[in-house]
């Protein structure tokens, strides 16, 4: 399987012949370690340099790849440069938030 942005979509005909295709930007394969302690359910990959021409019926599913972001130690959020294919976007930074909130007055630090 590989995870890939649509740029868009056309048609090739030759003879009597119609080729439906698309034009898409490829992704990385998906961090394996997150891959696997997120139980098969985060794939965080690298958007690949390059175009490739792919017949739409090799497109399996149709999904969402949301841009990643990293917290600082000094509360900033910055982007990684990375994506990631999950079922709900943003989650590192609502627990790092929660368990910000939770933890306040607790001697235990992150």
């Given amino acids: 399987m590989r995870i890939a ?6 048609c090739m005909q030759f003879g009597w012949d119609l080729y439906p295709l698309a034009v898409v930007h490829l992704f990385s394969s998906p961090d394996p370690v997150l891959l696997q302690e997120s139980s ?9 340099d390059g ?5 739409i019926t090799s497109i399996k599913a149709v999904v969402c790849m949301f841009p990643d ?3 600082t130690p000094t509360g900033e959020i910055k982007p990684t440069n990375k994506f990631s ?9 609502t627990r790092r ?7 306040k007055g607790d001697d235990d630090t992150d």
């Fill in 97 to 103: 938030t929660s368990s910000e909130q939770d933890n």
């Fill in 69 to 71: 972001f990293k917290v």
């Fill in 51 to 55: 175009i490739r021409v792919v017949p």
């Fill in 85 to 93: 294919l999950m079922w709900h976007p943003f989650l590192e930074l």
């Fill in 40 to 48: 098969g359910t985060v794939y965080l990959c690298e958007p690949l």
């Fill in 5 to 10: 942005n649509v740029a868009f979509y056309f």
